[in-house]
């Protein structure tokens, strides 16, 4: 496992995962309204990547999506994508300061607006083409990284309900797809890693056909405490599936977030430091949730700050 990476932080390059152009607001963390560009503060992010050396981070997960200028498909890419060159001369800026640069590609078809056009093709020859030269050519941008974040998270109708279009894909064609891109990674010398709430709701099959191979980042970000309400949410299920997936030999890098709540990046250290074992544990992962600007660098950091005491305190035999 990769045990020297204790400290995780995802930054937001590509802003289109989270609605379509027709998507109206839903909060306060997305776009309002929907836009083609990413509008990425280069200030914001390289002061976030120093905050995180200094703070003792060494891996960053990147959400590319179509941040940058694709080789392969350069209808993906918004209009103010990095060019490869300047992305390149980045992620040489985040290993010079001892972190490990990680991308991410969000193949859920619930978070794939990125994909433009492509997104409606989903599970078809051409999409499966497209996603293939994708991932090798952001293989290659990242100097043939160790892990690939692939996403697969909430492909329901629900978060799709604002939508144009809803694409969920059943059981099978889940973990084929799943699979598919799996190889695809595995390909390049990166171990696949994905969101594992498909477990909340396919429990059985998630255990019996989910390979160890890919590495499982289960998330939760509301306060941990013992009277959780069972609806609309059922909170509890959601925190058990990290025990869950400890029990049946999962490695895994659980997930918070201030996103929701302040208490839950505290709470879910202590809680991992309680319930899961060493053996399985590949970190912890802050997930800010927040586009890259000036506007939100304050959160930005202060999701770092908080993952940052919480290890200090709670695990200081990984400093």
């Known amino acids: 496992m990769e045990k020297k990476y204790f400290l995780r932080y995802m930054i937001i390059l590509s802003e289109h995962m989270w609605g379509d152009e027709a998507t109206q607001p839903a909060g306060w963390y997305l776009p309002a309204p929907y836009k083609e560009t990413n509008d990425t503060d280069i200030e914001v992010w390289d002061e976030t990547v120093k905050y995180l050396a200094d703070h003792k981070f060494n891996l960053l997960l990147i959400d590319v999506g179509d941040g940058v200028k694709y080789d392969t498909h350069p209808e993906i890419s918004a209009p103010d994508a990095w060019s490869k060159e300047f992305l390149k001369k980045k992620l040489d800026e985040i290993r010079a300061l001892g972190i490990m640069p990680v991308p991410k590609l969000n193949f859920s078809a619930g978070h794939d607006t990125w994909l433009k056009k492509y997104r409606r093709m989903i ?172 506007e939100n660098s304050h959160d930005m950091l202060r999701n770092a700050e908080r993952l940052y005491f919480a290890r200090k305190d709670i695990y200081p035999e990984t400093l």
């Open 123 to 294: 599970s078809t020859p051409e999409y499966y083409r497209v996603c293939s030269d994708l991932i090798a050519e952001v293989c290659e941008l990242f100097g043939y990284p160790e892990l690939f974040h692939l996403g697969f998270d909430e492909e329901d109708a629900a978060t799709q309900a604002p939508f144009e279009m809803v694409i969920v894909r059943g059981e099978e064609l889940w973990f084929h797809d799943l699979n598919l891109l799996a190889a695809e990674c595995a390909k390049h010398g990166a171990r696949p890693w994905i969101w594992s709430d498909y477990i909340w709701e396919h429990k059985d099959v998630f255990l019996k056909k989910m390979s160890k191979d890919i590495l499982q980042s289960n998330w939760y970000y509301n306060p941990f405490k013992d009277n959780l309400p069972s609806s609309p949410y059922r909170f509890r299920e959601w925190i058990d599936a990290y025990e869950l997936l400890d029990k049946h030999g999962f490695d895994q890098i659980p997930t918070c977030s201030c996103w929701v709540n302040n208490t839950n990046v505290r709470q879910t250290v202590a809680y991992c430091k309680d319930k899961l074992s060493s053996e399985h544990l590949a970190g912890i992962l802050v997930a800010p949730w927040l586009r890259t600007n000036r």
